[in-house]
């Protein structure tokens, strides 16, 4: 797939790719060029290069969406192949945006232990971008599995809604973990963590404390070569 792909485009999009799991995604572009999509599971927003042609000059048909900070609709248009990183920057500019503003829909208790968590791992610079290993993958797949198969059991007529949402989460987490880097796994991880706690002391006993035990006999932290508490 990259030689067919013109060697210009892919030296427009080099300078971003340092930046690839931090905002965004690069999945199968299927029938397009590239497709970049929002790192978020709930978000819909993507950046498409779905094709190029010679015509006055080298040009490419892009699609991306929210099309900028006033409207979320998508806009395909074709452009000038030299002005592609002017909308690619644009558009992850969006991306920083909506993950730094703050909204109703953010939980400030949730964000709270999420923070807390997410503080008790030490992410190293040059190693927070690079994939998890397999161990460490599958003892992070374990652990959601044990959420899982028990949260239920918590469920109740207050908090139902919360738990169809920590599973979702797991869920997208899970089927994440060998192609996010470190650091977005852990901002994951710790979120999930902070939706469990704010259900209560029944449900840290349960699933957080566990964490903590499996990561002391692993003699290795979930993400990190790192022992500390995790509660």
Known sequence: MKKKIPLLVHEFIEPFLDRKGKNFLNIDPDKFMIRFIDKDPGSDFYFNVEEFRLDKGFQLLIDWKPLDKQNVANKRMWIAASALDQFLSKWLELLDGYDKVKTVF????????????????????????????????????????????????????????????????????KEN?????????????????????????????????????????????????KGGDII
């Open 177 to 225: 973990l060998t192609t996010q880097s470190k650091k977005t796994i852990l901002k994951s991880l710790t979120r999930i963590w902070g939706k469990i706690a704010k259900q209560g002391i029944p449900l840290i006993k349960e699933f957080l404390t566990e964490a903590k035990k499996q990561i002391i006999k692993q003699s290795v932290s979930i993400l990190l070569e």
């Open 106 to 173: 953010d939980d400030p208790i949730v964000e709270s232990y999420s923070e807390d968590f997410f503080s008790e791992f030490e992410l190293i610079d040059e190693d927070e971008e690079q994939p998890v290993t397999i161990k460490q993958a599958l003892l992070i797949d374990e652990h959601l599995d044990s959420i899982t198969n028990r949260i239920d059991t918590f469920i109740n007529d207050k908090n139902e809604l919360q738990i169809i949402e920590i599973k979702k989460d797991i869920q997208d987490l």
